[in-house]
């Protein structure tokens, strides 16, 4: 049976309330948590594109499992608790890939699977983190959050906050939750420049 391709990055951060954020590598032993994430209608409503109010175990070690072979998955803990999910991964979308053909693109995804520390600024030191790893450690030349729904306006936000822009604004059918999604991106020497600034 596949298992979470294990890697050994660990990523830390301070909010400004002084809070520390960790980014620990995502495990075998953390099925119980990722399960309570992925089978909450309110949290999925935010993190998938189609009307999904709950997934099986099965369904998201199938998720998981795909996603760790071209990825850094971690948890998200917040002063020690494990509070959310995040990735770094290899860029996977054709449309993407296409535009930017001789670029490493990169992505990053994630989710505040407990709901209590929505709109606290922890998406953003996220991003941030996750950023400064894949610019500097990867070496990747351009990174993206993908597919932003444009009722998740606390997504976009956060990923504005750290220097991304909007690269494509795509208009979905009817019957999807979305009216549009947003794809943002941002290349390293963008980042760079708004480190000097820091």
């Not at 959050?145 to 795509?170: H, P």
Request: charged share 30%; net charge negative; with cysteine.
């Amino acid at each position: 049976m596949a298992k979470i391709k294990q890697h050994k990055v660990i990523l830390e951060g301070k909010m400004p309330q002084g809070r520390s954020i960790r980014l620990r590598p995502m495990s075998e032993n953390d099925w119980d948590i990722l399960l309570k994430w992925n089978s909450d209608p309110e949290v999925l409503y935010y993190s998938e594109g189609d009307n999904v109010t709950a997934y099986t175990l099965e369904q998201i070690q199938g998720i998981y499992h795909s996603v760790c072979e071209n990825a850094f998955c971690f948890i998200i803990e917040v002063d020690g608790d494990p509070i959310g999910e995040c990735w770094l991964q290899e860029m996977n979308l054709e449309r993407i890939l296409q535009k930017y053909p001789d670029l490493d693109c990169r992505r990053i995804d994630l989710m505040i699977g407990e709901k209590q520390y929505w709109g606290q600024g922890i998406g953003t030191e996220v991003i941030r983190l996750l950023t400064e790893f894949g610019f500097l450690k990867e070496s990747a030349n351009m990174i993206f959050g993908c597919d932003i729904a444009d009722y998740n306006i606390g997504s976009l936000r956060a990923f504005q906050k750290v220097g991304y822009e909007i690269v494509s604004k795509i208009k979905e059918n009817p019957d999807r939750k979305a009216n549009y999604n947003y794809d943002v991106a941002l290349t390293k020497e963008k980042f760079l420049r708004r480190e000097k600034k820091r």
